[in-house]
């Protein structure tokens, strides 16, 4: 394996057993809450604004037609590929395996790339975003120690 994989697959396994043990690399201190009241609560955080996600984020929204146009261009080029290599192996009467070798790379190179931008045009926080009742203000779901963080009651809390 290449060094860069197996750094990555490290990395991975890391974070994996970081998040499962909830160890952390700050110190946190988590936010009391009447345990009667615990099961009926809530942790919200504030959305950041200026992060640098949300406005790569922000960017990638607002060319939503052109991408869209890029992407469509790039499927109808796959199927026009892949129909090519079709009638070439029908021509020939005979399978060739060679004849799929660049539509198949264009296949993987488009899926990741569709992969990449929906992934970069959501922010990390677009999955957790949630409303709260009787606040104008964006709110994530997050956790007791997290800073910034908010007891609300479950209630009021609505996705």
């Given at each position: 394996?290449?060094?860069?994989?197996?750094?990555?697959?490290?990395?991975?396994?890391?974070?994996i057993?970081m998040?499962?043990f909830?160890v952390?690399l700050?110190?946190?201190v988590?936010?009391d809450?009447?345990?009667d009241?615990?099961?009926h609560?809530?942790f919200?955080?504030?959305?950041?604004?200026g992060?640098i996600?949300?406005?790569?984020?922000?960017m990638?929204k607002?060319?939503?037609?052109?991408?869209?146009?890029?992407?469509?261009f790039?499927?109808?080029m796959l199927m026009?590929?892949?129909g090519?290599a079709?009638?070439q192996?029908?021509l020939?009467d005979?399978?060739?395996?060679d004849v799929?070798k660049?539509?198949?790379a264009f296949?993987k190179?488009?899926?990741?790339?569709?992969?990449?931008?929906l992934?970069a045009?959501?922010t990390?926080t677009?999955f957790?975003t949630v409303?709260?009742?009787?606040?104008?203000?964006?709110?994530v779901?997050?956790?007791n120690n997290s800073p910034?963080a908010v007891a609300?009651?479950?209630?009021?809390?609505?996705?």
């Open positions: 394996m290449k060094p860069t994989m197996i750094f990555t697959i490290v990395m991975m396994i890391i974070i057993l998040t499962a909830d952390h700050g110190a946190n988590p936010l809450v009447a345990p009241k615990m099961a609560t809530l919200v955080c504030p959305v950041e604004q992060g996600w949300a406005i790569f984020s922000t990638l607002r060319a939503t037609k052109p991408i869209t146009i890029g992407f469509s790039a499927i109808l026009f590929s892949w090519w079709l009638y192996n029908l020939k005979k399978f060739s395996r799929y660049n539509p198949w296949t190179m488009t899926f990741w790339a569709l992969v990449a931008v992934l045009a959501a990390p677009y957790r409303k709260v009742e009787g606040s104008n203000e964006k709110w779901l997050c956790e910034r609300v009651p479950a209630e009021k809390v609505h996705p």
